[in-house]
């Protein structure tokens, strides 16, 4: 049971992951996907409530990762594996979503360390979209729209976690993390 600060959220349950890439636990984990049986296709109101279940794939909601994300400071750590089974990973030394009024502008430290490579970067400071909601900067086209899912668009983006569920895409609207292996194939499974 997480219980941020009062005012923030009312108390919810999270999913504690007890082993990370790194051999620790304790990390909440705000989003898993593993065998895409959850559509990430959604509203500007479910990623704002979440959806799916904490011990299954999900989306923990943009409000409760407000509520833990504004009561100190905390790490973002994303473990990501392909289809092939490799698994890599990127941890960020600082990690804050913004509330509603800012649409959920994301704040990132740098990425300390990892094997995955630094795909969020092109994300820090943007505010989320979602396909009913565009808060992107590309003039020209809803990059929420067009890769199908929610994100933290900037001109579109290097990394969607919430990308659609497939190996392979000529549009690279699959789950992907670009510096994962300089391309935008599908990944297999996403954690963060």
């Known amino acids: 049971m997480i219980r941020p600060r009062a005012g923030i959220t009312l108390p919810f349950i999270a999913y504690c992951n007890q082993r990370s890439s790194l051999g620790s636990g304790g990390w909440i984990v705000i989003h898993r996907r593993y065998n895409g049986q959850l559509d990430f296709e959604r509203s500007w109101q479910e990623y704002k409530e979440g959806f799916g279940e904490p011990d299954e794939e999900h989306w923990l909601g943009l409000k409760k990762i407000h509520g833990i994300t504004r009561s100190g400071e905390h790490e973002l750590l994303v473990e990501l594996r392909d289809f092939d089974g490799t698994g890599k990973y990127a941890l960020y030394?600082?990690?804050?979503?913004?509330?509603?009024?800012?649409?959920?502008?994301?704040?990132?430290?740098?990425?300390?360390?990892?094997?995955?490579?630094?795909?969020?970067?092109?994300?820090?400071?943007?505010?989320?979209?979602?396909?009913?909601?565009?808060?992107?900067?590309?003039?020209?086209?809803?990059?929420?729209?067009?890769?199908?899912?929610?994100?933290?668009?900037?001109?579109?983006?290097?990394?969607?976690?919430?990308?659609?569920?497939?190996?392979?895409?000529?549009?690279?609207?699959?789950?992907?993390?670009?510096?994962?292996?300089?391309?935008?194939?599908?990944?297999?499974?996403?954690?963060?």
């Open 93 to 192: 030394d600082g990690f804050e979503v913004s509330d509603e009024g800012t649409n959920f502008t994301l704040s990132l430290g740098r990425m300390s360390r990892g094997t995955a490579g630094d795909s969020m970067r092109v994300s820090d400071g943007m505010q989320f979209s979602t396909p009913d909601r565009d808060n992107d900067r590309d003039g020209n086209k809803s990059c929420a729209e067009f890769y199908r899912s929610g994100w933290w668009f900037n001109f579109c983006m290097e990394a969607n976690l919430n990308g659609l569920y497939k190996q392979k895409d000529d549009q690279h609207q699959t789950m992907n993390w670009y510096r994962f292996r300089k391309d935008y194939q599908g990944l297999k499974e996403a954690t963060m």
